[in-house]
């Protein structure tokens, strides 16, 4: 799939002149280097057996995309927040709230603080959002 590159926010989106906040983005590294590292290595943890996703770091976060956003991870003061977006309602100890999407998917909203935290089920959905949002 071919990626547009926006010419104000030099930040790439899959469709030629897509919606956007058009806000500067940064790398990775950036977005993680004033939280605690743990942060960073949660981080690491949830894209662990993926397939190729596109990084869409800003200050405030990182938006995963395959084809179409499919996750945000947002450092916060107590947690690292996942946002994950399924086909499905699940349920999970971790999971602080669900809300209805677009296209018939729920947005899974994770209060992530040990790396110990993203367990086996967690990276399984993760891999499910990626693909179900169409590869890249």
Known sequence: MSRWTCPQCDREFARERQSHVCVPGCTVDETFAPHPPVYREIYDR???GLGPVHEDAVRVGVFLKSGRKFAEVRPRARSLSLALA?????EHPLIARALPGPGGR???MFK????QDVDERILAWMAEACDDHGGF
């Open 46 to 48: 949830l894209l662990e």
């Open 86 to 90: 399924l086909p499905r309602r699940v």
């Open 106 to 108: 729920t947005w899974h």
């Open 112 to 115: 992530l603080t040990r790396v």
